[in-house]
């Protein structure tokens, strides 16, 4: 029963909540996140407490990594020794702190991502700039906690002479909290500490001119100076970093892109590979060779380029493209009294200099003591040796050592510590000489006495010893700035120009949807008719073109598809090309490309003209089909079928000072013809206006665009196998929307139908009926007739049943095939 009673009974989520609680205020606190102080995680802390006890500094020999790391272990850090090892490794590195901590012999990584030797293999020691983090740490300056086993102290915090949070920067995933603070250049720093200690309320604009920004180890080109302004006012950022390049001339007229700085923390071989794989897979034109030509007397990558490449072009190319510029994200976060906090410019360098003030004023206080211990010996020392004979006859008159003590306090009024100082003194010391050492040590006592008291009781004293001590520290390690800051973040603008090798090539469409280009050579390597196509489908446009050019597809749905013709898989004639399903998301199982145009420039004085099925016309600007965003995977609306049924029948492209008219026939053989100028120009996603007065039931079959005055033979094709050629003339000018005249003559039985209208001069047409015979004719072999005859039949309608399909051969040969409607 007893043991029953120590059982308790928690919900799942309580335990769960209490302990990842405390997991993660261990991890903000103890592992993840730096001290707004000192700048330092705790196990970097460790590192540097635990060499600086053990002697390994700056002026001593170096000594085995491992044995640091097992010290570390050991005494302070109870974790696994790959993390203690990876954090001195990293506080070694030239290239991710701005002033490195510890000094290494052997390798110890690169820019290349490359792992350092094993412990084992290297050694180290503390930097000389280590030492003044740690300087003072004796003198009771911070804190000092047991270590996990109780067997020793461990500081809290550094007294850090120099604000090395911003010095080295800091980075670190911990539970919900990230960091990201950039390094800065020392001199900077201390200049801006300086004077933040004398101007407490100086503006960040202010401080900002001491330290106007980050300076990275590997140097780059920092861009926009209103976002690090954002940035350190409340501790979030981006900025732009990017390269230092340069174009150099070399031998046979070409050019090089030399580049000798590169973003912070950017891996150099992943760069230099990924800028390679630009080259290999002609993602560019121009680029001959991209080489790593650093070496110990630093970092060049070149990338030399073919003869007349596009120099900026290309370098604009790879800053999009590559690390070769990155963002850099501000993320500035700190422990500041025991907690995460997301801390600007003036609150870290205020809890710096409010900590600097802590540390010395403990330092003084102890020093003070020290100096004030000293002072009552020299002072009973100088006692003993005026009246020396006494002293020593009483010495001689005890028993012992303990006596003697007791006797030199008792008979001569000594006190405690200075008997203690006197019976340990040596005989030498009794000469006559040494009053005067002791004299002097009295004056410098006390004039130590009087300084320190001054800087404990006056805080302009303590200022003024904090920014002395700066000042040195910038005098002794303060170096150059590495980072350029530039004002604006510059836009990067790639012409096309640049990404396509210019190339003239040949496209192909097919009305199922397969697109290709093809090399010139190709197309002339092969006949026109060996155009590689699935059965059934039927070529739709073949023309020369550029890989500058663009291209507009237009479907029966009345989906407008955008492709620049560099983009079309580079394929053989006699190849079938690719499908636009595989690159459009939702290209419909019914939907078939109708009409294909190309064109160099969007050409605001043209309109596209598009006619449906169901009667409906609408005219739309050419240049409302500007690229879109998503137009590799999302076709634009060319317009808007507001019925399942509704087809796109016909598309044109024409000048907006055109003089056409409009001729459209319906299945019921109804022909209307008016001007143009009556079908408004409206938006892409409009559904357009009637453009005939259908009876129920009835439904366009096709319209042409023919000249207003003149002859525009056409032909009709009927179901029944008939066909007859007419002037579109031959129908009065009417308006839009009216029902129109009968271009066939209606029959009480068996009426002809129209199945198929189209331009009527020198074409070849295939009819096939129900029994799948078919027909080739010649249009200019019919007359042309009067608008009430129903032509002549080109096929028997008995022997094989009514017409059902009727097309036009359309010849694959260059040039293009005309776009009129």
């Known amino acids: 029963m007893e043991h029953k009673q120590s059982i308790q009974e928690l919900t799942l989520e309580e335990v769960m909540g209490d302990r990842f609680g405390r997991y993660s ?57 790959s993390s203690i090892y990876e954090a001195m490794v990293r506080m070694s590195q030239d290239w991710k702190l701005r002033e490195v901590l510890i000094e290494m012999h052997g390798n110890n990584g690169s820019m290349d991502g490359d792992p350092p030797a094993a412990m084992r293999y290297t050694e180290a020691r503390l930097a000389k700039l280590s030492g003044e983090l740690l300087s003072d740490i004796e003198k009771e300056t911070v804190d000092l906690v047991w270590n996990f086993d109780d067997t020793e102290k461990e500081p809290t915090v550094l007294p850090a002479k120099y604000p090395n949070l911003l010095v080295n920067g800091s980075t670190g995933i911990s539970a919900g909290y990230a960091t990201e603070i950039p390094t800065h250049n020392l001199a900077e720093v201390i200049d801006g500490t300086i004077h933040l200690i004398d101007h407490p309320q100086a503006s960040l604009e202010k401080i900002m001119e001491y330290i106007p920004g980050p300076d990275f180890p590997t140097g780059g080109i920092l861009q926009g100076k209103e976002e690090i302004r954002k940035a350190y006012e409340t501790g979030r950022g981006k900025v732009i970093l990017r390269s230092v390049t340069a ?85 500035m976060v700190a422990i500041a009294d025991l907690r995460p906090e997301q801390v600007g410019l003036l609150r870290i360098l205020k809890s710096y200099i409010q900590h600097r003030e802590e540390v010395v004023l403990r330092r003084s206080r102890f020093e003070l003591a020290k100096a004030q211990k000293r002072q009552h010996i020299v002072e009973g020392l100088m006692k003993a040796l005026s009246i020396l004979d006494e002293v020593i006859a009483t010495i001689r008159g005890s028993k012992d050592k303990k006596d003697a003590k007791n006797n030199l306090v008792v008979q001569l009024g000594f006190t405690e510590e200075q008997a203690e100082a006197i019976v340990n003194l040596q005989l030498y010391r009794l000469t006559n000489t040494d009053i005067t050492a002791l004299q002097a040590e009295a004056e410098e006592l006390a004039a130590t006495v009087t300084e ?51 190339e003239d090539v040949v496209v192909s469409v097919t009305r199922d949807g397969y697109l290709k280009r093809s090399s010139l050579r190709s197309y002339q390597a092969s006949k026109p008719e060996e155009l590689g196509m699935k059965d059934g489908d039927l070529v739709l446009f073949t023309q020369q073109v550029n890989t500058l050019d663009h291209l507009l597809l237009v479907t029966n749905k009345g989906n407008v598809i955008y492709r620049p013709v560099h983009e079309l898989p580079d394929l053989k004639w006699k190849d079938m090309g690719e499908h636009i399903s595989q690159t459009m998301m939702n290209f419909g199982i019914e939907e078939s490309i109708l009409q294909v145009f190309s064109y160099k420039e969007l050409d605001p004085t043209k309109n596209f003209v598009l006619l449906t099925k169901n009667g409906l016309i609408k005219q739309t600007k050419m240049t409302e089909f500007e690229p879109w965003r998503t137009y590799k995977s999302r076709p634009m609306t060319g317009i808007k079928l507001k019925d399942e049924t509704d087809e796109v029948l016909a598309v044109a492209l024409v000048p907006e000072t055109n003089d056409l008219d409009i001729f459209l026939v319906s299945h019921r053989g109804f022909g209307l013809r008016y001007p143009l100028a009556e079908v408004p120009v409206v938006g892409p996603k409009a559904a357009g ?57 209606e029959l009480k039985k068996n009426p002809h139908r129209v199945l198929y209208m189209g331009l009527g001069d020198n074409r070849t047409l295939i009819l096939q009926n129900q029994k799948g015979q078919q ?47």
Not at 459 to 484: A, D, F, H, M, W
């Open 25 to 81: 205020k261990y991890i903000i606190q103890e592992r993840a996140l730096p001290d707004i102080r000192d700048g330092l995680k705790p196990v970097q802390r460790r590192i540097l407490f635990a060499m600086n006890k053990d002697g390994n500094t700056f002026e001593k020999a170096f000594r085995k990594s491992a044995k640091s790391v097992g010290n570390i272990m050991g005494n302070y850090h109870p974790h696994g020794d």
């Open 247 to 331: 174009i150099e001339d070399i031998k046979g007229g070409k050019q090089q892109l030399v580049i000798t700085e590169i973003p912070y923390e950017v891996n150099k071989a992943n760069l230099v590979k990924k800028m390679d794989e630009i080259r290999l897979n002609k993602k560019i034109d121009g680029i001959a060779e991209v080489r790593d030509e650093s070496d110990r007397t630093g970092l060049r990558i070149v990338v030399e380029l073919k003869k007349e490449a596009n120099a900026e072009g290309i370098l604009n190319y790879f800053f999009k493209n590559t690390e070769l510029q990155i963002n850099y994200n501000f993320n």
């Open 452 to 502: 320190l008291n001054k800087i404990l009781s006056d805080s302009s004293e303590l200022k003024k010893v904090i920014k002395q001590e700066l000042r040195e520290i910038k005098k002794q390690y303060g170096n150059p700035r590495l980072t350029k800051i530039e004002d604006e973040i510059t836009e990067i603008k790639i012409e096309t120009e640049v990404l396509v090798a210019q």
């Open 689 to 745: 206006v009637k453009s005939i007065n259908l009876k129920d039931g009835d439904f366009v079959i096709n319209g042409l665009l023919v000249l207003a005055q003149g002859d525009t033979p056409i032909v009709i094709v009927t179901q029944r196998g008939a066909v007859k050629r007419m002037l579109a003339q031959e129908l009065n000018q009417l308006g839009r929307a009216k029902r129109g005249l009968m271009v066939l003559r």
């Open 775 to 821: 027909v080739e004719i010649n249009t200019d072999n019919y007359p042309i007739g009067e608008r009430t005859s129903n032509g002549s039949f080109a096929i028997d309608e008995k022997a094989g049943g009514t017409l059902i399909a009727v097309r036009e051969v359309v010849d694959p040969s260059l040039p293009e095939n005309e776009t009129v409607l």
